[in-house]
């Protein structure tokens, strides 16, 4: 495996590009016992229409969701008892543009390792099964109808987006989910769960060597036909519902506001791209600045309040919410104080501070095993090295801070999503 090396972060990386066409990416951990292993795919619930062996697919939505849950099965056998007879807690996630396998162990981590390679890689579904599974995603569907988070989000998207399948819940609906076969759940594991399409990421002090090695002998060696997501519509820049507003049992009342950005691609322009939509947030809304500490005084926003810049494959958008009796007053604040710093630009020192406390969370981040697997893998499907972020914030401006405020949190940008409480 080819050896990478951060001597800023005091870490390092080894890399190697099977001949399956998998990614395995090895985080030595020297002396530590626990390990933890992420096997990833490129596939998440945005990514519905695909071109795979010439033939155009749309798949329903909540399909990524669906196959995430159908993966643990395999023949007479229960996966998740397994793992846990190996000592491992084995769990999996579908976002918005992926969908992640991981386990965490102290011991028995081949055997754990193995088995991980194993279910993923085989599709396994019987009409039994799949039916059987319906009743009880419905029933997850049923529970984020009811939960205030979900439904601000899912409200807030609609609100933001015409075409983008962000619009439509990673879980799908009651509708959509009753279109999923086990024939279009093969063809969606046929499509990306292939080699060429993932990666496999290990943190922990293991043998970067043998990793690669068995995940060779588990997958074999043969590439297979990864399938070409279809272009994502191009969306227009104003959000075309400004405001919407739902009565749900809450205490108080709960927002979230989003201003919509331009889709940033992936690579280390992209990248820094996001840095600089995270630094905006902090230099607009961040627990440091004047906005947040005025806002709190006069009692308009709580410690339930933060945001930041957002990224999926085809948009982008800053973001903010939290409890507050008047959203209405904390959006025009944070657009009137937008406009100061469009005019004013940041102060130079404050930034300078800002960037170092950015910059200090992310390398304390790295202590975690879990985030440091999801974000190797995240930015790995982004096209950058992610043990290369420092030198991306100590290149950024206070220049590209104004101008990305002045650009984007502009009125016509903005969406407020809004839960009211029911009396």
Known sequence: MTEMNYPRLGEKLYRRV??????????????????????????????????LEGEEFTVPAGIAHYLEHKMFDLPG????????????????????????????????????????????????????SVDKERGIIDQEIGMNLDAPDSVI???????MYQKHDIRTPILGTTETIRQITPKNLHLCHRAFYTPGNMVLCVVGDVNPDRVAAMAEEILGQEQRPVAKKCPISAENLTCPIAEQSRKMEVAMPTFQLGFKCRPIGTGPDAVRQEVIGDLAAEALFGESSPLYLRLYE????????????????????????????????????????????????????AFRRMVRSALGRRIRDLDSFDSTCFRLCAYYFSKFDYFDFP???????????????KEVVQRERCSLSVIEPLV
């Open 298 to 349: 006069d009692g308009l926003i709580d410690q339930s309040f933060g945001g930041g810049f957002e990224t999926v494959d085809g948009c982008a958008m800053l973001t903010c919410g939290g409890d507050s009796h008047n959203p209405r007053a904390v959006r025009d604040a944070i657009l009137a104080q937008a406009a100061v710093i469009a005019a004013d630009g940041v102060e130079e020192a």
């Open 391 to 405: 030198a991306v914030y100590e290149t950024v401006t206070t220049g590209e801070i104004r101008d990305f405020l």
């Open 77 to 128: 056998r229960d996966v998740t008892a397994e793992l846990a007879e190996l000592g491992a807690n084995v769990n999996a996630f579908t976002s918005y543009d992926m969908t992640a396998y991981y386990f965490s162990c102290t011991e028995h981590f081949e055997q754990s390792l193995k088995l991980l390679l194993e279910f993923v890689s085989t599709p396994y579904f019987t009409e039994e």
């Open 18 to 51: 099977l001949p399956n066409g998998l990614t395995v990416l090895v985080a030595p951990r020297p002396g530590f016992t626990r390990k933890m292993a992420y096997f990833v795919t490129d596939f998440g619930s945005i990514h519905r229409k695909f071109q």
């Open 153 to 159: 989000f899912e409200q807030l998207m609609e609100g």
